[in-house]
Nanobody
Framework: QVQLVQSGGGSVQTGGSLRLSCTTS????????MGWFRQAPGKEREGVAA???????VYADSVKGRFTISKDNAKDILYLQMDSLKPEDTAMYYC????????????????????WGQGTQVTVSS
């Protein structure tokens, strides 16, 4: 059973920063796609950023240049550093993971991941 445990999040003002963390040891010795998603009330879940075994990353246009996805392999933690936050970034954020042999087979920013974290709220006030 793959478990993803999230931490971080909270409330900040416009222009502030937050860092989300997602811990899993499930893919320590195998290739994995990992991503961050968000879902605002009344909206569909959308992909924010994704990475594959530290060699490939992709970002949604809405967060490019402001958010950074990274992984600490020694600690088995996936991070999402969020800078220059805007009110429209307010949402529940989820991490996701799945195994894949190559970047081309990675779900990337689609929601077709098998494993999900519990979610953490991010609220940005103006």
């Amino acid at each position: 059973q793959v478990q993803l445990v999230q931490s971080g999040g909270g409330s900040v003002q416009t222009g502030g920063s937050l860092r989300l963390s997602c811990t899993t040891s499930a893919y320590r010795n195998s290739r994995a796609c990992m991503g961050w998603f968000r879902q605002a009330p009344g909206k569909e879940r959308e992909g924010v950023a994704a990475s594959f075994s530290d060699s490939n990353t992709v970002y949604a246009d809405s967060v490019k240049g402001r958010f950074t996805i990274s992984k600490d392999n020694a600690k088995d933690i996936l991070y999402l550093q969020m800078d220059s936050l805007k009110p429209e970034d307010t949402a529940m954020y989820y991490c996701a993971a799945d195994s894949a042999p190559t970047w081309n087979r990675c779900p990337r920013l689609s929601t077709a991941y098998n494993y999900w974290g519990q979610g953490t709220q991010v609220t940005v006030s103006s």
